[in-house]
């Protein structure tokens, strides 16, 4: 009797546990990394005039959750790597400048490391990412807040961008300062990126 018993919750058992699997199995967890032209640029003001520097060249590699439908529903890791070396402007005096602000001797590359992540759909294949992420510049990590627009693309890449505001001080940078000190770099600074993932 007893055994006849277990058998309809065995059963249940297995079906339930058949479920889970294909659950998980619906949601791939897939490795991501950055795709072909990638645009980094940080801009500001100064006395004079406005200014930019911007890169075309850097890392980045992410785990992102993916449904067999190209749904996006959650992204566990991601991090990117900006050799400072790679900003360029119009000015060699600018670029030499503002790698010795950003102490790109002893700290040669500016990064991003996620800690948690918010995904939310916008329609269609179109996502909004909330990341909280650690950004190291000139040797400095703070907690930084990056929002993402993201477009799940029909071949499975993944396209991102989005600005983030800085100040300077937050990251102890003395504001760079030209022509005998006649144009000096403004505190605050927005990052503008742009870059696609591939599988």
């Not at 795709?35 to 200014?51: D, I, Q, R």
């Not at 500016?110 to 950004?135: D, E």
Request: proline content about 4%; charged content about 10%.
């Amino acid at each position: 009797m007893k055994a006849q018993k277990l058998l309809p919750n065995i059963s249940r058992l297995g079906i339930l546990i058949l479920c889970l699997a294909f659950s998980q199995g619906s949601k791939a967890q897939t490795a991501y990394k950055i795709g072909p032209k990638p645009v980094m640029t940080l801009a500001g003001t100064s006395t004079l005039h406005n200014w930019s520097m911007t890169a075309t060249s850097f890392t980045a590699n992410a785990t992102m959750s993916l449904s067999s439908t190209n749904k996006l529903s959650g992204i566990s890791a991601l991090s990117l790597s900006l050799p400072v070396h790679n900003l360029k402007s119009e000015s060699d005096g600018m670029n030499s400048n503002a790698y010795e602000s950003l102490k790109a001797d002893k700290n040669p590359n500016i990064t991003f490391k996620l800690t948690s992540a918010k995904v939310t759909s916008s329609g269609g294949s179109k996502y909004k990412i909330t990341a909280m992420c650690n950004l190291t510049i000139a040797g400095i990590t703070k907690p930084v807040t990056l929002n993402t627009s993201v477009t799940v693309n029909s071949n499975g890449s993944i396209s991102c961008s989005g600005t983030l505001p800085i100040l300077l001080s937050n990251f102890g940078i003395a504001r760079p300062s030209f022509m005998l000190g006649s144009m000096k770099v403004g505190d605050a600074m927005t990052m503008t990126y742009r870059l696609t993932l591939v599988k």
